[in-house]
């Protein structure tokens, strides 16, 4: 019963055996390995993008903060979200890769509306003493469990396009988010005006590892050197190239963005059934609901670990809020159980 | 026959078979995991150190430079060999992560002669204009294959103290060189002035897990920032627990490292029957070695790889230098061949 | 009648005259002038703290980033008011002296509450996913031309305190706040409890100078290294010197900063007497005023200089904001045409 | 007698003139003067490049690293002699405003020669665990006294372009290098094939003003960002402007360093007859000679200053090295009285 995260959760058999496969005799290191090959062939597919310069890295901070530092100039803004995961959750390491840029906080919401983002952009001033426009970076899905529609997306790049601004999307749950809108990755991305993707695999049953894709090769080999000087270059290369191309063999990222989505679909209900009030409508694998404390003491009772906002103890009947996030996993591994205990 | 690097070989299947033992069910992300645990205490046992600091990092340049990043400070400059992989082949990394610090190459030799380094030490200026002294980074096994003995460290760490600074040993082949001098992990570290080691996994024969070691813990949690702000804090830790917990389960790391250095003797011993001289004495598992060049056609046309320091093609009885690296695997693995390809 | 800023306007004859003393002959360089000796005393003098370490600077911006890389980590952020100077006009600067550190944006206000300032450090994270608590900076005059009162200032500082972090005085306009406060320099600074001040001179009569004082002088060395590495430190440092002595002698600075204030009164009064609304309380060199845009043109069309908030063109009887600021030589400068203007 | 530096004598009447007259009235900060117009113009015209991009900054360092920035990624490295000013006397301000680029000394002169310029650019790896390939730093005058012909200057640049690199001029002694070669400032700049200059004045009779000049303005908003973000760019730049406007007018710039460099001829045959050694052959106004200690001594005692490398105290008879460095106004303050003393 393990909705912290869906960092948490197992790797896919798939991706075990393609490692296991990957292990055997020598390889060249630093990328050069033809799993490689392979995994660049695929995912130039996958985004219908035959000259897209495609690299891996093992962590989703790292595929963010280098595809930034790719875009962004050390004197620049970075136009994100408020709730956004560069914002939160990654100790400044944004501003050390791009030499001290900065973040500027759109809006309110965790998704960013287009007006607030031209808003953002057009208050910014231009003269030598402000920090100038840059890139604009979208999560997709948003740390509230949010996907942005194709409108939306396409809006949001217009207007970065009008400030002639590239666009960076966060896809730590990139493939949650395409399962949840229906469409293709091209039409989630450069088809919508994004240059830049992270490409999560490591909160979708992978060990440790994106991929960084951009649309626009002539950043490539800055990029590479950004990455080796990053500490990114991975020698053993092959081990993520093997993960990458386990992930995609097959569409088994699509199908365990399913079955997390799937879950969580359940999950939701069941919360609802309980009493659960839902924070943000829920559109891809993770939820923010509101108890009653009562039920989140019986539910940690009987073993159940998520993120609690605000304290244990208190009044039983006082409502608080948890974040619950389902795995690829999850479905098969406790989320009946969960759901039996939740309204029983 | 596959010579070009030690990270170019295969996983140990122990190692392989932690990680598939880790892969079972839910487990605490970002290093909170049951196994960060065995691994603190297996390497804190190793170390005779119960008070260290102990982290995981994914490559070799992460650990070298989040280490140095903590020992100095970016107005100063690290001392090194002018051969040093910190200068070298990481690409200004650990001008990077030092916010902008200087390396400081030391004498001529691949070993860093005690004499050497107190005439760089001594000749620094202290005034306000100059990079200041800082710490003193010492790779073991060196980049030309030779092993610093005890003795040789405690003058070294000895002049660093001297002068109020600390001493980081690059160890990316740590094992290599404890086996080589018959010491243990203490008296090759805290027992001969070292403060922290990059103490390396991925050359002998992890996927890709190095430890990073601080005697002193009180710079730990600066660590741990400059690691997250790094990007190099893994989600999924728990399998980079297992390949290290797996590396040290039963010295299997020792083993893998007498392997790698018996096979290297092997070649060094065929190599002179063969009429190669050798360049530097090699001490672990690396060696540099002259050859005519008709003797490098007939080893590639065999399908032998290793890295050759000039043009492949040119006079047959020309001497060209070449580097052989054996991994753990290599003497179950193409050595024979090579050897018999060698002299026959 | 040049209102734009305070940095517009001449220096004092005082300073020119110090400046043309020093001319004579020869000094050491970088700070080693006999004249720094002088500054150094005067100014631990004035401040009443024989122990501060005392530096001097050319530019605004350059005092406060190196004060505050000075007392900040890179994985830090450094907690100011959503109107500050750093925040809006260094481009980047705090980002690139702390090396990535964040400013983190107190509250909606330009004077920082202590409450607001407690609920920022208090909602800041602690565990190693987030930018960490750092220093906080407060802005004396503020940027909307508020002066922070003691009691507001040690509430502040108090806050600061609660949460282990110490405070930085961005005083580009120290002595328009001092003056306005009827306090002295100690009071309104370590006897408030700030530990690193930006005392500015550039803004108050001199070409470019600002002193940084650190109460506690343990920083004292690396901040000149810091300085130094910023490309801060003078060669020919008693032209910086002189001013600044020049600046000192005979309170001349508390001098400047009184007709400034008082310019600035005047300035009020014939703003509301001509119809105009002020925008927040003017407590001592500048203001904003909401006036017609019919008046505006006038006073533009006679010469006066100032920023306006919005287009020049429009209804006439539209209100339009403006920005006035007051040095210390305009009331014998333009005041008494402009108010002639204004109200004729 | 004060020949510790060219930064420690006084500044020529014209420029403290050009700063009296600049103080009238009002001006617009931050490089929109009237003043900094004639500059512009002036420089343009002494440079014959009409389109040159043209600012100043206070400080040699700042305008050295803020040119290298502008021409530097932080992955590359720039090739200098090992004597460099960037090397010594900039506590790792290149490495700083880079974003951690890396200095690269070629051969063993102070005058780098364009065999080993093409040795270490050849020899520099371009794979991408190195740093690659960047800017050229020329320094003229060296920091040994020596003066590049332009002969030296265009085998120099030759090589940079033959690897696609850009050329800096650290011309911090900018006038005495030209003087001593009779030749244009553009001869020894773009006509030479160097792109982008530190001209100095600070060492050759102004306070603290330098500019930076770069042939082709294509980069000029980047710097004017950098040297922002250094908190380089001066709120009251009207006198940064009059002092290089005095140093123009007239070309009392050329008549400085002819003095400068006149004084030094005549000290180095002071020297000579005294029996002091000349070390490498001066070529502008600064010497570095080897002297009996009881001759230093003497002159020691008689109150001269300049440089010792080396002890104070010791055999009499022993050579001890000393730098000697003559500004625009020794000739008539110390010179004749330094000469009777070491002849006499």
Redesign the interface.
């Given at each position: 019963m393990?909705f912290?995260?869906d960092?948490?959760?197992?790797?896919h058999p798939q991706v075990?055996q393609a490692?296991?496969e990957a292990?055997?005799?020598?390889?060249?290191?630093?990328g050069k390995d033809a799993l490689m090959d392979e995994v660049r062939s695929r995912l130039r597919d996958v985004f219908e993008a035959p000259e897209a310069a495609v690299y891996l890295?093992?962590?989703?901070?790292?595929a963010?903060?280098?595809a930034l530092a790719t875009l962004a100039?050390?004197?620049?803004?970075i136009y994100c979200a408020p709730t956004a995961h560069i914002e939160?959750?990654?100790?400044?390491?944004p501003?050390?890769?791009?030499?001290?840029?900065?973040?500027h906080l759109v809006g309110d919401s965790h998704k960013m509306t287009p007006d607030a983002l031209r808003a953002a952009m057009a208050g910014t001033?231009t003269d030598?003493?402000?920090?100038?426009r840059g890139p604009v970076s979208i999560t997709q899905v948003t740390e509230m469990g949010g996907v942005y529609c194709l409108d939306h997306l396409r809006a949001l790049t217009g207007v970065a396009q009008e400030f002639g601004q590239t666009v960076h999307l966060d896809g730590a749950r990139f493939a949650n988010a395409m399962v949840s809108l229906g469409c293709t990755a091209a039409e989630m991305t450069w088809k919508s005006g994004v240059d830049a993707v992270s490409f999560g695999g490591?909160?979708n049953g992978l060990?440790?590892v994106e991929a960084v894709i951009f649309f626009d090769p002539a950043v490539a080999w800055?990029f590479?050197?950004?990455?080796?000087?990053?500490?990114?270059?991975?020698?053993?290369h092959r081990?993520l190239s093997a993960q990458m191309a386990g992930y995609l063999r097959d569409d088994l990222w699509v199908t365990m963005a399913r079955q997390a989505n799937a879950s969580c679909a359940r999950l939701v209900d069941g919360l609802r059934a309980a009493g659960g009030e839902i924070v943000a409508e829920p559109e891809a694998n993770l939820v923010f609901a509101r108890l009653p404390r009562h039920l989140h003491q019986r539910l940690r009772g009987a073993g159940a670990?998520y993120y609690l906002n605000g304290p244990e103890e208190g009044d039983p009947d006082e409502m608080v809020q948890a974040r619950f996030v389902c795995d690829w996993s999850i479905g098969e591994?406790?989320l009946d159980d969960f759901l039996t205990f939740l309204n029983g």
């Open positions: 393990f912290a995260s960092n948490g959760g197992p790797v075990m490692l296991a292990n055997a005799g020598y390889a060249m290191p630093y890295v093992a962590t989703g901070t790292g963010n903060v280098l100039q050390p004197f620049q803004r939160h959750d990654e100790c400044n390491a501003e050390f890769y791009t030499g001290g840029g900065k973040l001033p030598v003493h402000a920090a100038q490591t909160k060990m440790g800055e590479e050197l950004r990455r080796k000087r990053g500490a990114h270059l991975f020698s053993k081990y670990v591994n406790g």
